[in-house]
Protein backbone atom coordinates (compact mmCIF):
# COMPACT_ATOMS: atom_id res chain seq x y z
CA UNK A 1 0.00 0.00 0.00
CA UNK A 2 1.33 3.33 -1.00
CA UNK A 3 -0.24 6.95 -0.99
CA UNK A 4 -0.29 9.37 -3.98
CA UNK A 5 -0.64 13.12 -2.42
CA UNK A 6 1.87 14.58 -4.48
CA UNK A 7 4.14 13.97 -7.61
CA UNK A 8 7.00 14.40 -5.37
CA UNK A 9 6.06 11.24 -3.53
CA UNK A 10 7.35 9.74 -6.14
CA UNK A 11 10.68 8.68 -6.48
CA UNK A 12 12.56 9.14 -9.52
CA UNK A 13 12.13 5.73 -10.62
CA UNK A 14 8.45 5.20 -9.93
CA UNK A 15 7.60 8.33 -11.32
CA UNK A 16 8.97 6.38 -14.59
CA UNK A 17 7.83 3.58 -13.81
CA UNK A 18 4.06 4.36 -13.63
CA UNK A 19 4.47 6.65 -17.17
CA UNK A 20 5.70 3.49 -18.70
CA UNK A 21 3.20 1.27 -16.94
CA UNK A 22 0.47 3.87 -19.07
CA UNK A 23 2.07 3.73 -21.50
CA UNK A 24 1.84 0.00 -22.11
CA UNK A 25 -1.69 -0.11 -20.70
CA UNK A 26 -2.76 2.51 -23.22
CA UNK A 27 -1.23 -0.02 -26.03
CA UNK A 28 -3.20 -2.63 -25.01
CA UNK A 29 -5.92 0.01 -24.78
CA UNK A 30 -6.62 -0.63 -21.20
CA UNK A 31 -7.89 -4.17 -21.12
CA UNK A 32 -9.21 -6.26 -18.45
CA UNK A 33 -6.40 -7.61 -15.99
CA UNK A 34 -8.05 -8.42 -12.67
CA UNK A 35 -4.84 -7.61 -11.34
CA UNK A 36 -6.74 -6.04 -8.48
CA UNK A 37 -8.89 -8.84 -8.14
CA UNK A 38 -9.96 -8.51 -4.48
CA UNK A 39 -9.38 -5.00 -4.05
CA UNK A 40 -12.25 -3.11 -2.91
CA UNK A 41 -11.67 1.26 -3.47
CA UNK A 42 -13.53 4.41 -1.91
CA UNK A 43 -14.57 6.80 -4.10
CA UNK A 44 -14.60 10.18 -2.18
CA UNK A 45 -15.24 13.13 -5.01
CA UNK A 46 -16.14 16.27 -2.85
CA UNK A 47 -15.65 18.38 -6.27
CA UNK A 48 -17.17 17.75 -9.73
CA UNK A 49 -15.12 15.58 -12.11
CA UNK A 50 -15.86 13.81 -15.30
CA UNK A 51 -12.64 12.62 -16.36
CA UNK A 52 -10.76 11.87 -13.56
CA UNK A 53 -13.44 10.10 -11.41
CA UNK A 54 -14.83 7.83 -14.64
CA UNK A 55 -10.76 6.94 -15.00
CA UNK A 56 -10.32 5.71 -11.82
CA UNK A 57 -13.90 4.06 -11.41
CA UNK A 58 -13.75 2.35 -14.97
CA UNK A 59 -9.80 1.50 -14.03
CA UNK A 60 -10.58 -0.15 -11.07
CA UNK A 61 -13.42 -1.77 -12.55
CA UNK A 62 -10.94 -3.05 -15.35
CA UNK A 63 -8.50 -4.53 -12.51
CA UNK A 64 -10.63 -6.20 -11.33
CA UNK A 65 -11.40 -4.44 -8.25
CA UNK A 66 -14.82 -3.56 -6.71
CA UNK A 67 -15.73 0.27 -6.05
CA UNK A 68 -17.51 1.85 -3.16
CA UNK A 69 -18.87 5.61 -3.98
CA UNK A 70 -19.23 8.53 -1.67
CA UNK A 71 -21.29 11.32 -2.53
CA UNK A 72 -20.30 14.92 -0.83
CA UNK A 73 -22.65 14.92 1.85
CA UNK A 74 -22.72 11.30 2.04
CA UNK A 75 -19.89 10.74 5.40
CA UNK A 76 -20.51 11.39 9.32
CA UNK A 77 -17.92 14.30 8.74
CA UNK A 78 -20.96 16.30 7.63
CA UNK A 79 -22.12 15.60 11.18
CA UNK A 80 -19.17 16.35 13.01
CA UNK A 81 -17.12 13.09 13.09
CA UNK A 82 -13.64 14.09 13.20
CA UNK A 83 -12.04 13.48 9.70
CA UNK A 84 -8.76 11.51 11.88
CA UNK A 85 -11.71 9.22 12.74
CA UNK A 86 -13.36 9.12 9.14
CA UNK A 87 -9.88 8.09 7.67
CA UNK A 88 -9.20 5.35 10.80
CA UNK A 89 -12.37 3.54 9.58
CA UNK A 90 -12.70 3.81 5.91
CA UNK A 91 -8.61 2.10 6.43
CA UNK A 92 -10.26 -0.75 8.29
CA UNK A 93 -12.67 -1.54 5.30
CA UNK A 94 -10.95 -0.39 1.83
CA UNK A 95 -7.98 -0.90 0.08
CA UNK A 96 -7.80 2.45 -1.59
CA UNK A 97 -9.64 5.72 -1.44
CA UNK A 98 -9.57 8.43 -4.28
CA UNK A 99 -10.34 11.68 -3.19
CA UNK A 100 -11.24 15.14 -4.78
CA UNK A 101 -11.26 17.93 -2.53
CA UNK A 102 -11.36 21.81 -2.40
CA UNK A 103 -9.84 21.98 0.96
CA UNK A 104 -6.00 22.11 1.73
CA UNK A 105 -3.35 19.29 1.26
CA UNK A 106 -3.96 18.75 5.09
CA UNK A 107 -7.13 16.60 4.86
CA UNK A 108 -5.03 14.81 2.05
CA UNK A 109 -2.63 14.27 4.76
CA UNK A 110 -5.18 13.41 8.12
CA UNK A 111 -6.78 10.78 5.48
CA UNK A 112 -3.49 9.84 4.68
CA UNK A 113 -2.58 9.37 8.26
CA UNK A 114 -3.04 5.25 8.54
CA UNK A 115 -0.43 2.38 6.62
CA UNK A 116 -3.97 0.31 5.43
CA UNK A 117 -5.84 1.68 2.69
CA UNK A 118 -4.16 4.23 -0.11
CA UNK A 119 -5.22 7.47 -0.39
CA UNK A 120 -4.68 8.75 -4.07
CA UNK A 121 -4.77 12.74 -4.70
CA UNK A 122 -7.34 12.90 -7.53
CA UNK A 123 -6.74 16.60 -6.89
CA UNK A 124 -6.59 19.27 -4.43
CA UNK A 125 -5.98 23.00 -5.19
CA UNK A 126 -2.39 22.85 -4.58
CA UNK A 127 -1.64 20.06 -7.31
CA UNK A 128 -3.22 17.05 -9.70
CA UNK A 129 -0.80 14.49 -9.67
CA UNK A 130 -2.52 11.93 -11.68
CA UNK A 131 -3.33 14.51 -14.23
CA UNK A 132 0.60 14.70 -14.74
CA UNK A 133 0.35 11.08 -14.75
CA UNK A 134 -1.68 11.10 -17.26
CA UNK A 135 -0.32 13.93 -19.30
CA UNK A 136 3.45 12.17 -19.47
CA UNK A 137 1.59 9.07 -20.71
CA UNK A 138 0.28 11.13 -23.37
CA UNK A 139 3.34 12.18 -24.34
CA UNK A 140 5.30 9.51 -23.85
CA UNK A 141 2.86 7.33 -25.88
CA UNK A 142 3.04 10.24 -28.66
CA UNK A 143 7.10 11.39 -28.82
CA UNK A 144 8.02 7.87 -27.45
CA UNK A 145 10.14 9.78 -24.78
CA UNK A 146 9.76 12.80 -21.86
CA UNK A 147 13.55 13.15 -22.26
CA UNK A 148 14.38 16.35 -24.05
CA UNK A 149 10.55 17.65 -25.10
CA UNK A 150 10.12 21.40 -25.17
CA UNK A 151 6.82 22.38 -23.50
CA UNK A 152 5.25 25.72 -23.55
CA UNK A 153 2.82 25.91 -20.88
CA UNK A 154 0.08 28.80 -21.43
CA UNK A 155 -2.11 29.87 -18.15
CA UNK A 156 -2.52 30.23 -14.84
CA UNK A 157 -0.21 28.37 -12.65
CA UNK A 158 -2.64 26.18 -11.27
CA UNK A 159 -2.90 22.58 -10.13
CA UNK A 160 -2.16 21.19 -13.26
CA UNK A 161 0.62 23.55 -14.04
CA UNK A 162 1.97 22.65 -10.50
CA UNK A 163 1.97 18.43 -11.05
CA UNK A 164 3.29 18.98 -14.32
CA UNK A 165 6.44 21.18 -13.51
CA UNK A 166 7.35 18.77 -10.94
CA UNK A 167 7.06 16.04 -13.11
CA UNK A 168 8.56 17.35 -15.98
CA UNK A 169 11.90 18.70 -14.32
CA UNK A 170 12.45 15.52 -13.48
CA UNK A 171 13.75 14.58 -16.85
CA UNK A 172 16.85 15.22 -18.61
CA UNK A 173 16.65 17.86 -21.25
CA UNK A 174 13.23 18.99 -20.88
CA UNK A 175 12.50 22.67 -21.22
CA UNK A 176 9.33 23.77 -19.14
CA UNK A 177 8.98 27.40 -20.09
CA UNK A 178 5.26 28.76 -18.51
CA UNK A 179 3.68 31.65 -19.66
CA UNK A 180 1.51 32.60 -16.65
CA UNK A 181 -1.03 35.89 -15.85
CA UNK A 182 0.42 38.56 -13.62
CA UNK A 183 -0.47 37.48 -9.77
CA UNK A 184 -1.33 33.60 -11.04
CA UNK A 185 1.72 32.31 -11.58
CA UNK A 186 2.45 29.29 -10.00
CA UNK A 187 3.61 28.92 -6.01
CA UNK A 188 7.36 29.86 -5.12
CA UNK A 189 7.77 27.15 -3.32
CA UNK A 190 6.36 24.97 -6.33
CA UNK A 191 8.87 26.79 -8.53
CA UNK A 192 11.48 26.37 -5.88
CA UNK A 193 11.18 22.25 -5.77
CA UNK A 194 11.09 22.24 -9.69
CA UNK A 195 14.50 24.43 -9.99
CA UNK A 196 15.85 22.01 -7.73
CA UNK A 197 14.81 18.67 -9.62
CA UNK A 198 15.42 20.41 -12.92
CA UNK A 199 19.09 21.25 -11.45
CA UNK A 200 19.54 17.44 -10.77
CA UNK A 201 18.30 16.10 -13.62
CA UNK A 202 19.36 18.59 -16.36
CA UNK A 203 15.98 20.19 -17.01
CA UNK A 204 14.88 23.73 -17.13
CA UNK A 205 12.17 25.44 -15.94
CA UNK A 206 11.25 29.19 -16.35
CA UNK A 207 8.17 31.20 -15.52
CA UNK A 208 7.45 34.42 -17.22
CA UNK A 209 4.12 36.51 -17.47
CA UNK A 210 4.02 37.57 -20.40
CA UNK A 211 3.42 36.41 -24.17
CA UNK A 212 6.46 38.11 -25.57
CA UNK A 213 9.86 36.81 -26.92
CA UNK A 214 8.21 32.92 -26.74
CA UNK A 215 10.34 30.32 -27.21
CA UNK A 216 9.96 28.33 -30.98
CA UNK A 217 10.24 24.99 -31.96
CA UNK A 218 8.21 23.74 -28.61
CA UNK A 219 7.21 20.27 -29.21
CA UNK A 220 3.98 20.89 -26.74
CA UNK A 221 1.66 23.81 -26.49
CA UNK A 222 -0.24 23.20 -23.08
CA UNK A 223 -2.61 25.39 -21.40
CA UNK A 224 -5.93 24.52 -18.56
CA UNK A 225 -9.22 26.44 -18.36
CA UNK A 226 -8.87 29.70 -16.78
CA UNK A 227 -11.46 29.17 -13.85
CA UNK A 228 -10.20 25.50 -11.84
CA UNK A 229 -12.85 23.11 -10.70
CA UNK A 230 -13.42 24.55 -6.58
CA UNK A 231 -11.33 28.15 -7.05
CA UNK A 232 -12.41 31.53 -7.51
CA UNK A 233 -10.76 34.43 -8.21
CA UNK A 234 -11.14 37.59 -5.77
CA UNK A 235 -10.03 40.18 -8.63
CA UNK A 236 -13.15 40.61 -10.27
CA UNK A 237 -10.87 42.28 -12.89
CA UNK A 238 -8.97 38.87 -13.21
CA UNK A 239 -10.40 38.37 -17.42
CA UNK A 240 -8.44 41.22 -18.58
CA UNK A 241 -4.73 39.95 -17.23
CA UNK A 242 -5.62 36.48 -18.66
CA UNK A 243 -7.12 37.58 -22.20
CA UNK A 244 -3.23 37.95 -23.91
CA UNK A 245 -2.79 34.18 -23.04
CA UNK A 246 -5.20 32.53 -24.90
CA UNK A 247 -3.66 29.87 -26.94
CA UNK A 248 -4.43 30.88 -30.51
CA UNK A 249 -3.22 29.51 -34.43
CA UNK A 250 -0.33 31.84 -33.57
CA UNK A 251 1.68 30.41 -31.33
CA UNK A 252 2.17 27.43 -33.81
CA UNK A 253 4.24 30.39 -36.20
CA UNK A 254 7.63 29.62 -34.52
CA UNK A 255 6.48 25.82 -33.16
CA UNK A 256 4.67 24.46 -36.22
CA UNK A 257 5.17 20.70 -35.23
CA UNK A 258 3.60 21.41 -31.80
CA UNK A 259 1.04 19.08 -30.47
CA UNK A 260 -2.09 20.92 -28.25
CA UNK A 261 -2.52 19.40 -24.78
CA UNK A 262 -5.24 20.75 -22.37
CA UNK A 263 -6.93 18.73 -19.63
CA UNK A 264 -9.98 19.08 -20.26
CA UNK A 265 -12.68 20.42 -19.24
CA UNK A 266 -12.28 23.46 -21.89
CA UNK A 267 -13.63 26.96 -22.51
CA UNK A 268 -13.30 27.43 -26.15
CA UNK A 269 -13.18 30.81 -26.38
CA UNK A 270 -11.51 31.42 -23.42
CA UNK A 271 -8.09 29.77 -22.54
CA UNK A 272 -8.15 28.21 -26.43
CA UNK A 273 -9.94 28.94 -29.52
CA UNK A 274 -12.13 25.95 -31.21
CA UNK A 275 -9.77 26.11 -34.39
CA UNK A 276 -6.86 25.23 -31.76
CA UNK A 277 -8.73 22.59 -29.33
CA UNK A 278 -10.35 20.30 -32.09
CA UNK A 279 -8.01 21.37 -35.25
CA UNK A 280 -5.65 18.85 -36.34
CA UNK A 281 -2.47 19.63 -34.14
CA UNK A 282 -4.25 18.85 -30.81
CA UNK A 283 -4.33 15.22 -29.14
CA UNK A 284 -6.25 16.86 -26.26
CA UNK A 285 -9.01 13.65 -26.49
CA UNK A 286 -5.89 11.28 -26.87
CA UNK A 287 -4.92 12.75 -23.13
CA UNK A 288 -8.12 12.04 -21.87
CA UNK A 289 -8.05 8.79 -22.88
CA UNK A 290 -4.47 8.45 -21.02
CA UNK A 291 -6.67 9.48 -17.61
CA UNK A 292 -7.50 5.65 -17.65
CA UNK A 293 -4.65 4.04 -18.54
CA UNK A 294 -2.40 5.90 -16.33
CA UNK A 295 -5.15 5.97 -13.52
CA UNK A 296 -4.53 1.65 -13.50
CA UNK A 297 -0.99 2.30 -13.51
CA UNK A 298 -1.22 4.61 -10.46
CA UNK A 299 -4.41 2.28 -8.69
CA UNK A 300 -1.45 -0.94 -9.30
CA UNK A 301 1.21 0.66 -7.53
CA UNK A 302 -0.56 2.06 -5.08
CA UNK A 303 -2.38 -1.40 -4.36
CA UNK A 304 -0.21 -4.10 -5.56
CA UNK A 305 2.72 -3.83 -3.04
CA UNK A 306 0.59 -4.89 -0.43
CA UNK A 307 -0.38 -7.96 -2.22
CA UNK A 308 2.94 -9.16 -2.83
N1 LIG B 1 -8.82 16.97 -16.10
C1 LIG B 1 -9.65 16.67 -15.07
O1 LIG B 1 -9.24 16.53 -13.92
O2 LIG B 1 -10.95 16.50 -15.44
P1 LIG B 1 -12.14 16.34 -14.42
O3 LIG B 1 -12.22 17.58 -13.59
O4 LIG B 1 -13.36 16.14 -15.29
O5 LIG B 1 -11.87 15.13 -13.55
Redesign the pocket.
Known amino acids: MRHLLSISDLPDEALRDIVAAGVRIATAKGRQRNSLDGVIIGML?R?????????FSVGALRLGARIVTFQPADLQTNTGETLADTARVLSLMLDALVV?TASDASELRVLAGQDDAAVIN??DPAE?P??AL?DLTAMAGHFGRIEGLKVLYVGEGNN?AAALALAMSRYPGVRLELRTPPGYGLPQPVLDQAAGYAGSSGATVTELHHMRDLPDKSDVIYT?RWQT?GTAKPDPDWRELFAPFTVNASLWDGSPDAVFMH???AHRGDEVTAEVLDGPRSIAFTQ?AC?LYSAMAVLEWCCEEGRR
Not at 47 to 55: G, M, V
Open positions: FQTSTRTRTARAMHTQATTTDLPAK
